[in-house]
């Protein structure tokens, strides 16, 4: 239970409900004091304002790093993308011919961008701004599958059953040996057995044993890039790419609504 607050009278110190203009036990005039002091109610509204506010504060200061944090990350995905590993080759293997993956995130990319451009065009911008905080959100959290290529696009998402060279590495890190896996035609110095590499790619597993290369950089006993690197067609993460195209759909309905 609350405690509830009373006023203490200065010449006697008896304690006096909060309000109260004479002390009970003396009648010394309190109206002095209790003015000094704020009622338990008044208290009580002060530290709830006081709560929300924090409250309100601690918010806003989530959606500012989400959203600055979740557009960089985004950006910066599909602009720039960071290496995914370093370190050096133990094993490789290359087949000539392989079937393509079917990279099914492709259709998704297809079929979102056709829908939000459909709401886009009527002027509905509710869809493409809710889509566009949730896809934020989820490239702040750095969801990088599914994921789709260009090989996605010329074999139809993998219908055609389209056959393309492949290589199979093995890199050993500081975290361990990693299995590496590269699809597709590419160009540049193919990494050799030995030699110590940076890669690009995306884990296609949560411990982070298999990684689906598109990238790969040799590097000199210095740490410097030597050679061209081995480039295959590029991985793209699904969800930063639908978080551009909502965010352009959410542009374009709000144009067409004003």
């Known amino acids: 239970m609350a405690k509830v607050q009373t006023v203490r009278c200065p010449k006697c110190g008896h304690e006096n409900k909060v309000g109260a203009k004479f002390c009970t036990n003396c009648g010394n005039s309190l109206a002095k004091e209790g003015a000094l002091k704020p009622t338990f109610a ?3 509204s002060s530290v709830t304002a006081e709560e929300a506010k924090e409250a309100a504060k601690k918010i806003w ?3 500012k790093t989400v959203a600055t944090v ?3 990350t985004a950006w910066i995905e599909l602009a720039k993308p960071e290496p995914a590993l370093e370190g050096k080759v133990t094993e490789k293997l290359k087949v000539e011919s392989v079937t393509a993956p079917n990279e099914l995130a492709i259709w998704g990319a297809i079929l979102a961008c056709i829908v939000l451009l459909v709401f886009a065009l009527t002027g509905n911008w509710l869809l493409p701004l809710l889509a566009t905080a949730a896809f934020l959100v989820l490239s702040w959290l750095r969801w990088k599958r599914p994921y789709f290529s260009v090989l996605a696009l010329k074999t139809l998402g993998g219908i055609l059953g389209k056959q393309v060279p492949n290589w ?3 890199v050993k890190t500081a975290q361990g040996e990693i299995q590496i896996v590269i699809y597709g035609e590419a160009t ?6 030995g030699e110590q590499v940076r890669i690009w790619g995306i884990f296609d597993d949560k411990a982070q044993t298999k990684l689906r290369a598109w990238k790969i950089q040799a590097l000199d006993s210095t740490g410097q890039r030597k050679g061209q690197p081995f480039v295959a067609p590029r991985l793209f993460p699904l969800f930063p790419v639908l978080f551009f195209l909502s965010l352009v759909s959410l542009a374009l309905a709000l144009l067409i609504k004003l």
Do not use: C, M, W
């Open 42 to 44: 008044e208290a009580t």
């Open 61 to 63: 200061e989530t959606v």
């Open 70 to 72: 979740g557009s960089r």
């Open 168 to 170: 199979n590495l093995k």
């Open 188 to 193: 540049g110095d193919e990494p050799q057995i």
